[in-house]
């Protein structure tokens, strides 16, 4: 069961190459298939933090990839 919803759930991607230290905003995240990653209902969580490392467009976004909230 959890295979099939990460298949049909989405999760946050960049929309262009991002490099360590820029703070995301709405513009720089998109959703896609598959839920594998941080998914699309902590969009308000990922907003405002910086990534930690230089990323890809079209990466999907983890955990590992972001500052501390708060920070």
């Known amino acids: 069961l959890s295979g099939l919803r990460d298949l049909f759930n989405k999760s946050l991607v960049l929309t262009e190459d ?13 959703a896609k298939k598959p839920g594998t990653g941080i998914t699309v209902d902590r969009l308000d969580e990922v907003l405002g933090r910086r ?7 079209y990466s999907f976004l983890s955990e590992s990839d972001l500052e501390a909230p708060g920070r």
């Open 18 to 30: 991002m490099p360590v230290g820029t703070v995301l905003q709405m513009r720089h995240v998109a």
């Open 51 to 57: 990534v930690t490392r230089d990323l890809a467009a």
